[in-house]
């Protein structure tokens, strides 16, 4: 797994041996030697991780990392802050700065590198839904910037079965108002997994009832669990379980004896973490929402309606999971609509799309999908419906929105009425292969044939069954 780092270091010698090191396992390096021209660089070259030394002239590690970390632009990037500082204290205070990890020199490779393979699939997944954030922010769906939250309130789960172990790590969490729970064995961490949505799991790889990293993979494989950041504990022998608990896909870890401090921090990182790809993911479902639906009547938008109507036309005769079936089509229309804008103005007019889109909701099949097509224009798709039956619905709907109260201003009521037409696709026969486009087109011509005839009224397509429905007026 390739990836781009920057070395952040004042002594050549150091910059030199480590990107040798990264360079040998394909990692593309680039080196600065302050802090400041690693704020720039990192904001201009957009590394997949940060190698940052503490001790450096001028900007130490520390301030470089706050800043890092309060930038819209690099906020997202992994730290690893390196130093010769081997102090528990230090250690918390490059975690406070927001650093994801605090590596003491002289560096053991092997442990860095399965920390990098980590923080680049992290890396990678925050780029992807960052991307798709933006996307949605440059839309004007989403907006402002995300200030790290607390992490009070979260839920943490203690997988531990040694008292003497739980005590203090529970007391540390607490202490920062995180909601500890504790399982004593793999199993019971599962079943709690699974009916709580923790925001962290800490796993004790001493853990003696079951099999600590059988539990992570299973984390790891299942979709509802993928995202749960999961901290390791362990003591200074169990250091080939940290590794490949990192090759199972373990987010941060810390040696016993356990520091509560470094508890803290380390969990308060992979918390607020979480809660940033949450809110990521929050973006993204909304942006899906607006692509699909209408925000003046919550009715999807026309892109679904065209979309999901050539899909269920386009299903083939022999499918097995989605035989093909009739569908039918409504377009309506609002009479008269032009009207209610100019006498009481847009605002009556949406809100009169609205009580009708209401109408459309509370009178229709959970299945019958309804979309708002444009303007004063709704459309309907009715899979598994004969034209009889669709016109059945239809007129029902006339009539509702006939007799619907609407008050465009107080101690007013004005008559909305709707025109229909209905075409129909059936399940065999020459207009078995029709198109989308061409059953909305023989709906519209059906609506028109509404309106021509003096609207309110609903009219079958003439292509699809002889005969319609009219409530003449």
């Known amino acids: ?64 990392c706050r800043q890092l970390k309060q930038s819209d632009a690099t906020l ?96 540390a969490l607490q202490a920062d108002g995180i909601i500890a729970s504790r399982a004593s064995s793999t199993e019971e961490a599962a079943a709690m997994i699974q009916a709580v949505p923790f925001d962290l799991v800490v796993l004790s790889l001493s853990l003696k009832a079951g099999d600590p990293l059988r539990l992570a993979s299973e984390l790891r494989a299942a979709e509802s669990t993928q995202a749960i950041p999961l901290l390791l504990i362990a003591g200074a022998e ?11 896909g373990a987010n941060d870890w810390l040696m016993r004896p356990l520091d509560p401090n470094e508890l803290r921090a380390r969990a308060r990182n992979q918390i607020r973490r979480k809660f940033y790809q949450d809110r990521l993911r929050s973006d993204i479902d909304h942006a899906l929402e607006m692509a699909l639906t209408d925000p003046l009547t919550g ?10 109507l050539r899909s269920l036309l386009a299903v083939r005769p022999d499918a097995v999971t989605a035989p093909r079936q009739d569908v039918s089509l409504m377009m309506i229309d609002v009479d008269h609509f ?50 009889q039956a669709a016109l059945q619905v ?28 209905i075409a129909h696709r059936p399940l065999s026969g020459e207009r078995a292969d029709m198109q989308a486009e061409d059953l909305v087109r023989e709906a519209d011509s059906a609506l028109y044939l509404a309106k021509h005839a003096g609207r309110n009224q609903v009219r079958l397509s003439g292509l699809a069954a002889p005969g319609a429905v009219a409530a003449e007026r």
């Open 338 to 387: 032009k009207d209610v804008n100019d006498q009481w103005g847009h605002p009556v007019g949406d809100r009169a799309l609205r009580a009708i889109a209401e109408q459309l909701r509370g009178r229709l099949r959970a299945f019958d999908s309804i979309a708002r097509y444009g303007g004063e224009e709704f459309a309907v798709v009715m899979p598994g419906t004969q034209p």
């Open 76 to 171: 997202h990037i992994p730290v690893v802050m390196i130093t010769a500082l081997g102090e528990t204290n230090e250690r918390v205070r490059g975690l406070e700065a927001g650093a994801d990890d605090f590596l003491v020199k002289p560096v053991d490779y092997e442990t860095l590198f399965a920390r990098l393979k980590s923080l680049v699939r992290l890396k990678r997944l925050l780029d992807e839904w960052r991307m798709r954030g933006a996307t949605a922010r440059a839309l004007g769906m989403e907006g402002g910037s995300f200030d790290p939250p607390s992490v009070a309130g979260a839920h943490a789960l203690v997988v531990e079965d040694a008292d003497r172990n739980i005590a203090p790590a529970m007391a």
């Open 238 to 248: 169990e250091r080939e379980r940290i590794l490949r608990g990192f090759d199972l």
């Open 299 to 308: 009715c999807y938008n026309q892109r679904y309606m065209l979309r999901h």
């Open 1 to 64: 797994m390739t990836a781009r780092i920057l070395i952040v270091d004042d002594m050549p010698a150091n910059t030199r041996i480590l990107a040798a090191k990264l360079e040998a396992e394909y990692y593309q390096v680039n080196a600065v030697h302050d802090g400041m021209t690693a704020l720039d660089r990192a904001r201009d070259w957009q590394p997949d991780i940060i190698l940052l030394d503490v001790m450096m002239p001028g900007m130490d590690g520390y301030e470089t």
């Open 394 to 421: 239809a007129e029902r709907l006339r009539q509702e929105i006939e007799r619907m109260a609407f008050a465009p201003a107080p101690g007013v009521q004005h008559r909305l009425t709707v025109s229909i037409g």
